[in-house]
């Protein structure tokens, strides 16, 4: 069964720390990987990812994929509380987008 | 960025009524949007896509006849939720990919839904 994994569930860290956060997948005619941020309504986008190996970069936010071992991280430096979210990764394969569980960050004062 | 919008953001409503709930692009246009559903505390699950001009396409379990979905133009699509219950008391959230970008998911803020 295809499927998109996200770790860790919950994550705390204190401010200026930096995360490292993961998603896994297994899924048939992978198109993109894409990742949001999500704080009380509906996700916000961050990156969408296609090739491996090129990092994006926005900010203190950047990610990367791996095609070959099927997975993408999103590392966020220097966090601020205002990066306290939820992260969703969604991967598109074929016509179908399927989220992760989401990773919930709280970053602390 | 490209702009989607919802409405109603909540309503609450008596069990066996119907709720509709519309999503639209503001500044493009979308052939086709996403419709999902978030219970609290769980990752968004994919209910529906949305063709303009065309019948929606359902994922496996959901209900067509009780989530009727009409997308009238290439900024609106409509969700309608038929004799709700408490069950169907969700987050519904729809979301529009950018033409020539379909990969590039924009959401709109979402509806909350309460069925009493």
């Known amino acids: 069964e295809d499927k998109v994994v996200q770790s860790p569930l919950s994550l705390v860290v204190h401010e200026g720390d930096t995360v490292t956060l993961n998603c896994s997948y297994e899924?048939?005619?992978?198109?993109?990987l894409l990742w949001y941020k999500q704080e009380k309504k509906a996700p916000t986008f961050l990156f969408m990812l296609t090739s491996s190996g090129i990092e994006k970069k926005s900010g203190r936010l950047s990610s990367i994929l791996d095609k070959k071992e099927l997975f993408s991280i999103l590392n966020i430096t220097a966090t601020q509380t205002g990066d306290s979210a939820v992260y969703l990764c969604a991967v598109i394969y074929g016509n179908k987008l399927v989220f992760g569980a989401g990773t919930i960050l709280r970053v602390k004062s | 960025g490209a702009v989607v919008s919802q409405h109603p953001s909540w309503v609450i409503c008596k069990s066996g009524t119907s709720v509709k709930i519309e999503c639209r692009s503001l500044?493009?246009?979308?052939?086709?949007m996403f419709w999902y559903r978030q219970f609290p505390k769980q990752s968004l699950m994919l209910m529906a896509t949305s063709n303009e001009g065309s019948k929606a396409t359902y994922e496996q379990g959901v209900e067509k006849d009780k989530f009727l979905i009409n997308h009238a133009s290439l900024t609106l699509s409509t969700l309608t939720v038929t004799s709700a219950h408490p069950e169907d008391s969700s987050f519904y959230i729809c979301?529009?990919?950018?033409?020539?970008?379909?990969?590039?998911?924009?959401f709109g803020p979402g509806t909350r839904l309460t069925v009493l």
């Open positions: 500044d493009f246009q979308a052939t086709t």
């Open positions: 979301s529009a990919p950018l033409a020539g970008s379909t990969d590039t998911q924009y």
């Open positions: 899924v048939t005619n992978f198109r993109s």
